[in-house]
T-cell receptor, first 114, second 109 residues
Framework: DAGVTQSPTHLIKTRGQQVTLRCSPK?????VSWYQQALGQGPQFIFQ???????QRGNFPDRFSGHQFPNYSSELNVNALLLGDSALYLC?????????????FGAGTRLSVL | GQNIDQPTEMTATEGAIVQINCTYQ??????LFWYQQHAGEAPTFLSY????GLEEKGRFSSFLSRSKGYSYLLLKELQMKDSASYLC??????????FGDGTTLTVKP
């Protein structure tokens, strides 16, 4: 039973570029949440996808967008990258968005913006 | 709004007991999660409380008081491998999780 998988593992971009991060949820899960974790801080909620729609959104600008596919996998897109976007991006999957089910995290994508 | 507070750092001795506290202010509160995160790795689930009281899972226990907006994680018989960051996260009935910045626990011999 595969857990949550994220790709790529590491990514280096320059300011102004765009990036797409990918996440495949744990088998049996239908809800995907994305988090940004800066060094020394806890994960900050970006948004959550369920039934291919964004259901909840944290305090992040519109440069951050996402998508969920029929197979429940998800993408996070960040446009016009800023230096401050450098962080570990975590994807977490769960079953149903309001069931308070345990979230399982992927290993993350470490994004460096130069 | 959402606010989670936990101590930044704690140090304890191998074999001892340590309690990591967490206070929260969350609209639509639905539960409190504790995660462990080793440096450079993803958070892993430790414990979850919905109702007031103590939940025990082996060497780890977690307590919740909804009326006080307070939780703690209790780690017994500390081992060196328990050195990690411990994240407290409040879950809302809308499906949103708010994490604290984590408590870095250092276990010394």
């Amino acid at each position: 039973d595969a857990g949550v998988t994220q790709s790529p593992t590491h990514l280096i971009k320059t300011r102004g570029q765009q990036v797409t991060l990918r996440c495949s949820p744990k088998s049996g899960h239908d809800t995907v949440s994305w988090y940004q974790q800066a060094l020394g801080q806890g994960p900050q909620f970006i948004f959550q996808y369920y039934e291919e729609e964004e259901r909840q959104r944290g305090n992040f600008p519109d440069r951050f967008s996402g998508h969920q596919f029929p197979n429940y996998s998800s993408e996070l897109n960040v446009n016009a990258l800023l230096l401050g976007d450098s962080a570990l991006y975590l994807c977490a999957s769960s079953f149903r968005p309001t069931s308070a089910d345990i979230q399982y995290f992927g290993a993350g994508t470490r994004l460096s913006v130069l | 709004g959402q606010n989670i507070d936990q101590p930044t750092e704690m140090t304890a001795t191998e074999g001892a007991i340590v309690q990591i506290n967490c206070t929260y202010q969350t609209s639509g509160f639905n539960g409190l999660f504790w995660y462990q995160q080793h440096a450079g790795e993803a958070p892993t689930f430790l414990s979850y409380n919905v109702l007031d009281g103590l939940e025990e899972k082996g060497r780890f226990s977690s307590f919740l008081s909804r009326s006080k907006g307070y939780s703690y994680l209790l780690l017994k018989e500390l081992q060196m491998k328990d050195s990690a960051s411990y994240l407290c996260a409040a879950y809302t009935n809308a499906g949103k999780s708010t994490f604290g910045d984590g408590t870095t626990l250092t276990v010394k011999p």
